[in-house]
């Protein structure tokens, strides 16, 4: 058995000094730990937690920097009292980033002394930016209570212990025959074993003394080119043995044997033939191996030349970008590698290059990632070398409701003389990473059954299309050799078809260019419907073009510097719509195929500001089906129906919606139609708000809660103990102001003043709540919560930003918030700081700044995330945006289209920025000296307002002159229109539209 004494001391003092232990707690809850007598009257400590009325977590935290083995058992006795809450030890690494975990839901504490064992099959990754893989060294240990039921309890602790269960050197091997110069022993030390030539019933076996976990076998072969056939056995006892793998035609130098969370003390390897039993080595894995079909591959794939396997499965990140069309409903994902999965959560195709019969991977080239110059979504992948280009070039083609998936590979030779062939690789294997994994997607993707018909190609059940036939084809099951040793392997059996039981089967393509052609191309297609057409008539410069025309609803011209801006901007919005799935919008193309109400409204808003307003109206027709008979507005809808998870943000944000999408749209039947949902909306909101005007509510310890809505979930970092949100208290104002205005529509004057003055009474009360939660707390910001009164810039500015509450929030605390947000911000811009993540909904706060006049802190921010995007080509940013850009962490998805849509329309309130509560609307506020002092103005034509569609263009004359064009359909607001040039320290309010004319710094007027 192996020692680590540091390590087994440690564990043996781990409950010994109640001192050394921290607590952290969540919210309103608590605890405390206190030394006791434990089991024996061994050292032990008392762990007693709170949740008050709440929910949310107790931590208790040891610091320890330890060497961790890589086969434990981790033992303590545990007793206690309390409901069956969360139960966790959490083991953190030398960092503290990442983060393994032991769960036990609705853990019911035993009531006396009960010795629990854990080991490291029970230790799974949790999060962080090593994106899996065994623990090598920690620095705490924490073990937490996380409320189900909540209330309060107490949990004792005694009695430690740790053995490192490294396997031992007492086992026994023994062999049907053995060479003498090869014997059985040697297969066990790296020396090699071989039967006798003579040895008809081959076999190799070892005892290894006690039963062991583990997670698989390596094979090493004496002889690789040989194919090799060979079954393994397992047993107990010695005597009777069950099969645990087989192959049939193993070829390579290795083969890696899967045998997940095995505990096994006897392995019997028997062979086909005598000239199969030729091994170098046989290696036993231990569990973290296997610990989950992803593992598996992780390990396969560190053994093989770099670009050998996709990137991710070198635990590097990967990221990818859709491939679709304006109508939605089928995406397909490219990756920065050119790897192309046609389907969601299908297989995927993946090229190489064989070059004069050498190998070359996207590792060996230089890669280069590209979008259409306007910004529309059609993305490219192309391979640079001194001797060829090789671009990836796929598109949707997509008419009535035929969609097919078009792959056009394109090469071009450099050198003459060269032998270059184009070859593609269908693998088990996702563009979505391992740690995407939600329901079938992320990683590893099975394929049983490959076959390979007159230039056609089925993997499972679905087709692919071959416009030419290739030289060569071959399919494989993965024992018979890894995917990538077929691509070389001249005497592979050829064969139509291929079953793999373990799901992980693979097929090679190879196409020779044609003679005296210095430039080819394939084209592969993958049909969505029933139609298997090949090319008629349809290109992809045809695709691109129909891109162009989708998102030309609103012309831009802008100087060179701000074009990347604008090019974003339609890539934006043509991200949400390739998103969609027919009505419902969705806000990434994998991860994130579920529609959340508070997503989907906004992105639908971004889309109406890009001239696509019918996609918003489709959403919240469709949406409006699911509200409950009471009122009640699900959060969440996907495939699988509606998620029950309360988070009362839904309820006005729809409202809110169908008000966006019947603004300046004349559709009486959508009104009459959609009104009764917005009448019960807003009553089960009004209905919500009186739980918390009771007077218990009235109390001086309660009365920062009256009149808000109840606690909810609609904030991510919530969703541990919901809490009353002022994020649904904004969405909730403004859906009751929303439903008004809809009354008036429909002359229900009676509904729409008792909505407005409900809504009124609710603002006076939310903004009541947040100023006695700053007194109380001193705050220096706006809080997000009234439990936590934590700070949250993001949720802020989305009542800034989209809901328009600046000049209701109180001053003070709204500057400092932005001030201490953009100090955090620039930090992050320092190569020395010290960070690992952050969230692009940060955009959103671009917006906010505009709005309360910080234009130079708004290009700032502007700045910094077109900087940031991933990659920056593909004019995107994932949810989770990691300081390493190869860091293997959870991304969320990726285009994150809430993001995008945040984006547009910050970008869209610095060319004209609306305020709604005013009834004003302000022109350039945001804009930057340099893109209106180029030679040529900036304009905008047919740009959504509330107040019309506006024609627009600034050019600075000099430092006291700009001369403007103001026209379109524009109405001028109640409030005024306003423009507000950066060389003008005051906004200058125009009275007339059209306007064509210079204004200068002595027509300013006060701008409050």
């Known amino acids: 058995m192996g020692e680590n004494s540091a390590l087994l001391e440690a564990m043996e003092k781990l409950f010994a000094s109640p001192e050394n232990w921290q607590i952290i707690a969540s919210g309103q809850a608590s605890g405390k730990v206190s030394r006791m007598a434990g089991k024996m009257q061994a050292p032990a400590i008392r762990f007693e937690y709170d949740f008050a009325e709440g929910g949310g977590f107790v931590v208790m935290r040891k610091v320890c920097e330890l060497q961790w083995p890589e086969t434990f058992e981790l033992g303590y006795s545990i007793r206690g009292e309390g409901p069956p809450n969360h139960f966790e030890i959490k083991l953190i690494s030398a960092d503290g980033s990442n983060v393994w975990r032991a769960l036990k839901s609705d853990f019911a504490p035993p009531s ?14 949790a999060w962080g930016p090593a994106g899996g893989g065994s623990i090598a060294v920690i620095s705490a240990i924490e073990v937490v209570v996380a409320a189900g039921p909540g209330g309060r309890g107490v949990l004792e602790f005694s009695d430690a212990t740790m053995q490192d269960q490294a396997r031992h050197e007492n086992f026994v091997i ?177 090229p190489f290059v064989l070059l004069d019969d050498r190998l070359l991977t996207w590792a060996d080239v230089e890669i280069t990632a590209a979008l259409d110059s306007t910004g529309a979504p059609t993305p490219s992948v192309r391979w640079g070398h001194p001797d060829f280009l090789l671009e990836i070039l796929p598109w949707m083609d997509a008419c009535d409701e035929n969609f097919t998936l078009r792959m056009n590979y394109r090469w071009q030779l450099k050198r003459t003389g060269a032998d270059l062939r184009l070859v593609l690789l269908v693998r088990p294997y996702q563009v979505n990473p391992p740690w995407q994994a939600f329901r079938h997607l992320g990683g590893r993707s099975e394929i049983k059954r490959i076959s390979m018909g007159e230039n056609t190609l089925r993997v499972e059940g679905s087709l692919v299309l071959l416009d030419s036939k290739p030289a060569e084809v071959k399919l494989a099951r993965f024992d018979e050799c890894d995917g990538l040793g077929l691509i070389q392997n001249t005497h592979f059996p050829k064969r139509d078809e291929v079953f793999d039981e373990q799901g992980l089967a693979a097929a090679v393509m190879v196409w020779n260019p044609r003679v005296n052609e210095t430039t080819h191309q394939v084209t592969l297609s993958f049909p969505y419907t029933q139609s298997n057409k090949m090319l008629d008539g349809r290109t992809r410069d045809l695709a691109v073009q129909e891109w162009r025309q989708a998102l030309a609803s609103v012309i831009w011209q802008v100087p060179a510097a701000a074009e990347h801006a604008v090019a974003t ?91 966006e999408a019947l603004r300046g749209f004349h559709d009486d039947d959508l009104l009459e139609k959609l009104f009764p949902v917005v009448q019960k909306a807003a009553e089960y909101l009004i209905e919500l708000r009186s739980q918390r005007m009771t007077p218990e509510y009235q109390d001086p310890a309660r009365l920062n809660v009256f009149g808000l809505l109840p606690e909810s979930a609609s904030h991510e970092g919530y969703l541990a103990h919901p809490v009353h949100s002022y994020w649904d208290d904004f969405w909730g104002i403004r859906g009751l102001q929303a439903a008004a205005e809809l009354a008036i ?149 990726v285009p994150h289209t809430w993001i995008a849509a945040e984006y547009l329309l910050a970008w869209s309130s610095m060319v004209a920025a609306e305020h709604t509560s005013r009834e004003r609307l302000v022109l350039a506020s945001g804009l930057r000296a340099e893109w209106i002092s180029s030679e040529q103005p900036f304009w905008v034509k047919n740009f959504p307002t509330r107040y019309g569609l506006l024609d627009f263009s600034i050019h600075a004359l000099s430092s006291d002159e700009v001369f403007l064009t103001i026209g379109g359909m524009l109405e001028i607001p109640r409030g005024g229109l306003w423009v507000h040039p950066p060389q003008f320290e005051e906004a200058v309010e125009i009275t007339a539209v059209p306007f064509d004319g210079v204004i200068g710094r002595s027509e300013q007027r006060p701008f409050a």
């Open 569 to 659: 901007w339609r890539t934006a919005a043509g991200h949400i719509l390739i998103n969609r799935d027919g009505a419902a919008i969705q806000p990434g193309p994998r991860r994130y195929t579920r529609s959340w109400v508070r997503d989907c409204v906004v992105m639908g808003a971004a889309l109406a500001k890009a001239g696509l307003p019918e996609a918003l109206r489709e959403f919240v027709a469709w949406y409006a089906a699911f509200q409950r008979d009471d009122g009640y507005v699900p959060s969440v809808v996907d495939r699988d129906g509606v998620d029950d998870l309360v988070e009362h943000d839904s309820h006005g944000q729809l409202c809110w919606g169908i008000a």
């Open 174 to 350: 023994t062999a049907s025959s053995s060479r003498a110069e090869f014997t059985a022993q040697g297969a066990f030390s790296n020396n090699g074993w071989m039967a006798a030539v003579n040895d008809q019933s081959s076999f190799w076996q070892i005892d290894l003394g006690r039963p062991q976990r583990m997670g698989g076998v390596v094979i090493d072969w004496l002889l690789p080119a040989a194919a090799k056939e060979f079954s393994l056995y397992q047993s107990d006892d010695g005597k009777s043995w069950s099969a645990c793998y087989q192959a049939e035609h193993a070829v390579g130098a290795r083969t890696y044997i899967s045998l997940p969370r095995a505990t096994l003390r006897w392995l019997k390897f028997v062979f086909g033939d005598a000239a199969s039993a030729a091994v170098r080595n046989i290696s036993i894995m231990p569990d973290s191996f296997s610990q989950t079909p992803h593992d598996f591959i992780h390990a396969v794939a560190k053994n093989f030349p770099r670009g050998s396997f996709p990137r991710y499965w070198l635990r590097e990140q990967s990221y990818w970008t859709p491939v679709g069309s304006p109508s939605g409903k089928h995406r397909a994902l490219i990756n920065e590698e050119g790897m192309i999965e046609p389907d969601e959560g299908s297989f995927s195709l993946e």
């Open 112 to 125: 006396e002394w009960t010795k629990h064992i854990l080991t490291e099959r029970d230790f799974l990754f």
């Open 745 to 893: 529509l429909l002359d229900q004057q009676d509904l729409a003043a008792h909505w407005s003055a409900q809504a009124a009474d609710f603002e006076t009360c939310v903004i009541a709540s947040i100023e006695r939660v700053i007194e109380h707390g001193k705050l220096h910001y706006i809080p997000g919560s009234v439990e936590w009164a934590d700070f949250d810039p993001t949720a802020v500015a989305n009542a800034i930003c989209l809901l328009d509450f600046a000049d209701a929030l109180p001053q003070e605390q709204l500057r400092s918030m932005m001030q201490t947000y953009l100090c955090g911000m620039r930090k992050r811009h320092d190569p020395a700081a010290t960070w690992l993540n952050y969230s692009a909904y940060e955009i959103r706060i671009m917006g906010a700044l505009v709005r309360i006049g910080e234009r130079d802190a708004a290009n700032e921010l502007l700045d910094y995330f077109l900087l940031e995007q991933r990659p920056i080509s593909w004019n995107q940013w994932p949810e989770i945006t990691w300081r390493d850009p190869r860091a293997p962490g959870h991304l969320g998805d």
